[in-house]
């Protein structure tokens, strides 16, 4: 991979950890859905002029929107607001367990022995991070985000069945437009009159939103698309895995949290499981014997 490329490729696990930690410093004056719809309108305004209409795939796409987006993200933000940034994102990453069990389920995908071993290895990690002492009465927050995670891997499920009618770039722009008015309509619907929420808004709230829009969405979604364009699935996936790093990073740096000791220690554990499922060794060891041969 050129080293330009690479720089490219670390964007994505930055803007998208770093939005760990912005969004939740802006959950303080947003609530969840009003805060997500937000972020999916201001991201569809930048990117859907750039791609066509996916006719024939509209009504698909608003189901996708749905479960994918409104409802996933909607489960997700709604336990971050409820509990710490660092516990919540090493959590988050059980939804590529998660995604492996239901593709297993639902579309008859069997798992290498590596791959089940991760999976063993990072639930085991998800019930470290559980019986943490730093987790009590957090209980709602933690079921909310694993049951985001597991509305993820339903909504990849969905995904791949138009997989390569659609470009990467253009599935994220109309989730967007989709996603956002639903998750707006959402709000309205829960949460109530936003009006007095977006009037009380300090710029710092508006930054977050700017960033969860532009920066974490628009700019990591066209890092991470231009970089699986140039090389192979398998290469790229393992950037990921400095995901969680960037998100405590920005949790500890920004929000003053304090990681408790047992969750970190659970942290490594999934990121480990979590790394056996979408590394492997044998392709990346062939590509480099045939780079170096």
Do not use: N
Not at 157 to 183: C, E, H, K, N, Y
Not at 218 to 236: D, K
């Amino acid at each position: 991979m050129q080293f330009r490329h690479i720089l490219i490729a670390l964007i994505v696990p930055l803007t998208w950890g770093f939005g760990f930690a912005f969004a939740k410093a802006g959950l303080g004056h947003f609530p969840p859905l009003l805060l997500m719809g937000l972020r999916f309108v201001l991201a569809a305004l930048l990117l859907v002029w750039f791609v066509p209409i996916p006719r024939g795939h509209l009504w698909t796409l608003c189901w996708i929107s749905f479960i994918a987006a409104t409802l996933q993200y909607g489960l997700t933000f709604s336990g971050l607001a409820r509990m710490a940034a660092t516990p919540a994102v090493l959590l988050v990453q059980s939804e590529v367990i998660f995604g492996v069990i239901i593709a297993a389920i639902l579309l008859g995908e069997r798992p290498s022995l590596r791959q089940v071993l991760g999976i063993v290895a990072g639930l085991g990690g998800v019930a470290v991070i559980l019986d943490a002492p730093a987790l009590e009465g957090q209980w709602i927050g933690v079921m909310l985000v694993l049951s985001g995670a597991l509305t993820w891997a339903f909504g990849q499920v969905l995904i791949r069945r138009i997989d390569g009618a659609l470009s990467g770039f253009q599935l994220t722009a109309w989730i967007g437009v989709m996603a956002g008015p639903q998750m707006l309509l959402a709000s309205l619907l829960i949460d109530g009159d936003p009006l007095p929420a977006i009037k009380a808004a300090p710029i710092e709230a508006w930054m977050t939103v700017v960033y969860l829009g532009v920066v974490m969405t628009a700019l990591g979604y066209s890092a991470w698309y231009y970089v699986l364009g140039r090389y192979p699935v398998p290469m790229v996936m393992p950037v990921l895995l400095l995901l969680p790093v960037a998100a405590i990073f920005g949790a500890v740096t920004m929000l003053g949290e304090v990681p408790d000791p047992t969750v970190l220690a659970g942290g490594l554990v999934v990121i480990f499981g979590v790394g056996a499922v979408i590394i492997d060794p044998a392709y990346l060891l062939a590509l480099w014997r045939k780079k170096t041969g």
